[in-house]
């Protein structure tokens, strides 16, 4: 009959509008979903270049620490050939100030030894003229210390 009919058209009528409003709704559902997903795809891409961004910070920091710490280094090399240097310095100057010391020193030695040579002459003809009479004229100068006498050899006097 045609009321079955309707009744039937009516409930698929009915179902269809259920079926589409359902459909909407998982259509409304999956736009969501997308929305969702394309958002935290948004969110892992950000965190991947902050995660790059990190890293190259990172990388960049140790390297700015390892050329620091090379600067550092070769300051210090510098700084410690320049001490070094200045101390090599002062013992060169010790050095030759110790050798013109030894020096001057030896000056004296062979003046002094000279002057006691001269001197001990004097005396012997002094000593040998006084025995016959003789008056001697001034002694003869004495350059060089005789050859007997080592070099090293110090007298000393002693006057009262």
């Not at 892992?44 to 390297?63: C, P």
């Not at 001057?104 to 040579?117: D, G, P, Q, T, Y």
Request: proline share 3%.
């Amino acid at each position: 009959d045609r009321g079955d009919v309707d009744q039937f058209l009516d409930e698929i009528i009915e179902t269809l509008e259920d079926e589409a409003q359902h459909r909407a709704a998982l259509e409304a559902e999956i736009a969501d979903l997308k929305e969702r997903v394309s958002h935290f795809k948004a969110m892992e891409e950000s965190l991947q270049n902050t995660l790059v961004l990190a890293r190259r910070t990172a990388d960049e920091v140790k390297a700015s620490a390892h050329k620091e710490a090379d600067l550092i280094r070769e300051q210090a090399r510098l700084t410690g050939e320049r001490e070094i240097a200045g101390y090599n310095d002062a013992i060169a100057d010790v050095r030759r100030e110790h050798q013109r010391a030894v020096e001057a020193a030896e000056k004296v030695r062979s003046e002094l030894r000279s002057l006691l040579m001269t001197h001990l002459a004097l005396l012997e003809r002094v000593d040998g003229g006084a025995g016959n009479g003789e008056a001697q004229s001034a002694p003869p100068a004495v350059s060089e210390p005789p050859s007997e006498l080592p070099k090293d050899d110090t007298t000393r006097i002693t006057v009262y």
